[in-house]
């Protein structure tokens, strides 16, 4: 991944708010994989650019209908008032978007937001490596298995 300190911060808040986006919440992930098929790397920069104002929705939104869905949906909402900084290397940050990622595409999207949820409570921290170690739980098919 390149990027550092708060770009860093703000491309990984940014993927996890962007699940919210009304329409075309699928992009940012489409353009994360080709950056890293193209160039091997997460450049970070550009897609926080790219996906700053990616139209995701405040308050409450159609698919809110369990106790579950209001957690996650408010969490996001947090999520665009709040620095939150990640704890860790980039290795660590790249290995968590790779993981998320698969999270989201599978069939756990809402379970890994409110893992994250739960990992930050009322902080302003997430350690990526205790997330990564988490996370490898959604990894049902053994992908990253290493």
């Given at each position: 991944?390149?990027?550092?300190g708060e770009?860093?911060d703000q491309f990984?808040?940014?993927l996890?708010?962007?699940q919210k986006?009304?329409?075309?919440?699928r992009?940012i992930?489409?353009d994360l994989l080709?950056?890293?098929?193209?160039?091997?790397?997460?450049k970070?920069?550009?897609?926080v650019?790219?996906y700053?104002?990616?139209?995701?929705?405040?308050g409450?939104?159609a698919?809110?209908t369990?106790k579950?869905?209001?957690?996650?949906?408010?969490?996001?909402?947090k999520?665009?008032?709040?620095?939150i900084?990640?704890k860790?290397?980039n290795?660590?940050?790249?290995?968590f978007?790779?993981?998320?990622?698969?999270?989201?595409?599978g069939?756990?999207?809402?379970q890994s937001?409110?893992m994250?949820?739960e990992?930050?409570?009322?902080g302003?921290?997430?350690?990526?490596?205790s997330l990564?170690?988490?996370m490898k739980n959604?990894d049902?098919?053994?992908?990253?298995?290493?």
């Amino acid at each position: 991944m390149e990027a550092t300190g708060e770009v860093r911060d703000q491309f990984l808040t940014m993927l996890i708010r962007t699940q919210k986006s009304v329409h075309g919440w699928r992009g940012i992930l489409k353009d994360l994989l080709s950056q890293i098929e193209s160039s091997g790397t997460i450049k970070a920069e550009i897609l926080v650019r790219k996906y700053r104002n990616a139209g995701t929705k405040k308050g409450k939104v159609a698919w809110v209908t369990y106790k579950e869905d209001k957690i996650v949906s408010d969490f996001i909402d947090k999520l665009a008032r709040f620095k939150i900084h990640f704890k860790g290397t980039n290795k660590q940050a790249a290995e968590f978007v790779l993981r998320f990622s698969l999270a989201q595409l599978g069939h756990d999207w809402e379970q890994s937001i409110l893992m994250i949820w739960e990992f930050l409570g009322n902080g302003r921290q997430l350690s990526l490596k205790s997330l990564n170690v988490e996370m490898k739980n959604f990894d049902y098919m053994k992908i990253f298995a290493f």
